[in-house]
């Protein structure tokens, strides 16, 4: 059989020919000479190239692949090879990308490693993917032949030019030069051309493209250059004449890239010249090239996403994980769209995979309605399969899915609560493969994003924590890899070291006791006594996986400490303990700092210090003469003692507190102790702060929670008694013209004998018995009766909470309701209000009142702004010098100005500067009810 092939190879090459390689490529499997097999089929693809049977090849390449008959790396590599080559002929660059891909596994020697990268520039270059073109040149080592030096460096200042980076296409440019500096490479005009059109010389980027045409050997290459420049000088008729010549050529030639690029700047031409019929023919032969996704290999497919997903890659925040994972899902196979849901609050976040970038969308619950993500995220099943014949069932969709096949939809669980990743595909044939990448992709995320949460916290806080240790003279280490590292000075000074790290070896022999790692990993503390220096050590310690981290201090004698805490170098809690054992009545408070680790994290140590001084200070000056000694424990909670038991005294102390720090979440928590002070009443202070929220932000002892929790039911009896009459009763606050104080509209209350409480607390019970629509309801119907029954003509301001706004139902309710009434919405533009919402209160033509806008002073919140007839602003707010600058970008001179000023004074020139028409506070008139207007 070796001496018919080699017969065979001297004969000429032909159709005829390729069926007697057919033949005799069968009898050599069936003898199992596989060695003279594989070179028969490569001769076999050879000749087919030969005689332009490209895409024969091609699929002839893909079968042979997929049997088992060639399996040794080097047969394999050779198969992969021909398929290489193969495809940069024909320039189909999505089924090169796969193929290289799965040609990674068989690459063993440095050669086949930089061809493998020259490869992938082709090809993501070919794919306009310009990014990663460059960063696969870039990984190539200068220590090739000169001429390809040359061609790695004239390609890269081409590519730079794509991404509109002058400064690194010329720097590269120049760089190629040093390995050509006779300019024998043609490529050299072609790029010195691109640099000049792309400054706007046009007509010297003409000489340089004629000057590459006339030297290139291939005339069929980079053509839609020269139609671009002279469309660029206006020469359309010489673009005309160009493209009839070449288009015969262009339509003939093999490479699919270079007919298409020709193909476009001649549809840009078209266009110019108006001319229809070769507008549409050219858009046709641009989508006969629109590439076809290559049927993928399970294994080769799993195995690329599973390499990509788990490279060794730092996270900032779980978004970088999702971009990372879909980025991987978008090399390996083109679905239609690839989508992450994450609930927030009452609303929700989508992130939508475009173009190698994640697209961040804040979603209102209501433009879900009726659609398959809603049902969705309704469902509880972890994972659910939407076919075609069910989302046609669907009357509204949030993404178009006209061609959409299938919809995958995984629940990841994060924080408790349900994530939702969700893959729209519009193909058939390769569910089976689809499926599979979509479930792993799912329990990839779930695990990135596990880890994350687990580790990345801890290490963004590290370097605040170590300067916070650092000032408390204590040491901060970190066990990993079986290497002792000292992560500040004082660990080093404690243990008496001068090196940065140490072997666990050396450690072990620096220590009395007979120590493990071990140990480490199954205590949170230990006491170890130093061989060296007689020191006894505490530590104190976390594990993260295999990662140990230690607080060491040096334990001293109680002679020698007298609990002091060294941050603010005043008493820490174990000295509150100690000092109180024997005393008369007092008060303690306990303030806890809830967000210092945000403001630790988002500012610095020496701010965070500053702010506790003054902290400190503050409340020395608010005790005045019955402050008895502050003391101060671990990085957030201050003990405040007082010589006095009197309410007054408590409340005025803990009020301003809480006004004074607004910036910080500071909960304070009281107790009234007697004779001693104990461990109990600490333990009793952190649940009293443990029933903080963020409207009662101060708790006293038992009595007083007893109280607050009667108070609330009462108001609850007294809600739900108004909601039975259908009717509550109301007070009205007068707006007035300042120029003439006239009272030009009425701001609608809750009379003072309806309220039981102040205002604050009936927002709280509303809020968590759920009745803050029903409650709107009945003073939209209390305010509608009212005005029946007076025939009165008045303008009134009527406020409505964001859940009733929100509420599609109830609002519709409302608006209808008011519609025939002079009456104005007033919307609290602090609270979540969605824009679409908005332009439906506008739709219906009633007038909108925002307040607290002091919230919305962004360019994003111009378009939601414009939308309001009256804008409310405060004596705080027009101190902003940038307020009068942003309220004229909104641009609506029909935007009636009021100022609250509550109880201040305001200036006349305030007043006219900001075009301010109306007023309300101290001017204003409060009238019992509608009979008293």
Known sequence: METKFEALKKEKKTVELLNQLKILLKESKTNKNYSLALDIFLYEIEIMRFLRMHEEAINLLEEELKKDEFQTNEQRTKLYDELIKTLLRTEDFMKLEYVLMQRERFLINPHQKVMQKFYYAVCYEGLAEYEKAIDSLKSIKDNISSSNLVSKYLKLSMLYLKQKDLENAKNNYYHAIKFDVKKRNPIFYLAESDILYFEGDFENALIKYQEYFIKSKNKRRYLDRYILINIKLDRLDEAWKFYQKYLPTMLNILSKNYRLVFYVAALELARLLKNQQEIEKLEYLIEELKPVPPKLDQFDSVYRLLSIAFQDKHFKKPRDIILHLFRAMDSIYSFQKLLYIIPNEDRFIFYHYQKGLLLEKDINPLHLSETVIEEAINDKLSSELYTYDDLIKYTRSIYKTRDTKYVYINKIERKNELNQFIVYSDKIEQFDTEQKLVLLASEILKKLLRDFDNNFIFKEALDQYKILIEKQNNGFIKIDNNIVHFLNQHSKKIIGVSQEYLAFVNFQKMIKEEIFIDDFLNTEELDLHLVNNNKTIHLDIISSDFTIYAYIKEVKSKEESLYINPLLKIGDEHQLLFDNKEIDSKTIFMLDIRNYFDYLKDYNYLNYKDKLDSIYEFLKLTARQHLDKIYFSNYSKFYLLINN??????????????????????????????????????????????????????????????????????????????????????????????????????????????????????????????????WDMLITNSLIKSIKQKTIVKQFVLTLSSTTINNKNYLNRILKKIREYNIILRINLEETIDLEIIKLIKDKSVSLLGFNISSKLNIKDIDLLKNFDYLCLDTVLIQNKYLKKFLKLIDNTKIIYILDHKNNTVKKSELIAFDIKYLIGNISTIYDNVNAL
Do not use: C
């Not at 443990?690 to 708790?699: E, G, Q, R």
């Not at 009896?717 to 509550?728: A, G, S």
């Open 645 to 774: 038991t009197d309410k007054r005294v408590i409340n005025r102390i803990s009020d301003s507190i809480i006004k004074k720090f607004e910036e910080l979440d500071i909960r304070i928590s009281i107790v009234i102790i007697k004779n001693t002070l104990t461990q109990d009443i600490l333990y009793k202070l952190l649940y009293l702060d443990a029933l903080t929220s963020d409207s009662n932000k101060v708790v006293y002892d038992n009595k007083n929670i007893r109280y607050n929790q009667e108070l609330s039911k009462t108001i609850l009896i007294n809600i739900n008694h108004f909601l039975d009459k259908k009717l509550v009763p109301l007070s009205f606050i007068s707006y007035n013209n300042w120029e003439n104080n006239i009272e030009s509209m009425y701001k609608v209350k809750i009379a003072y004998e309806a309220m039981l409480g102040e205002e604050n607390s009936l927002k709280r019970v509303l809020i968590s018995s759920n009745l803050e629509e029903e």
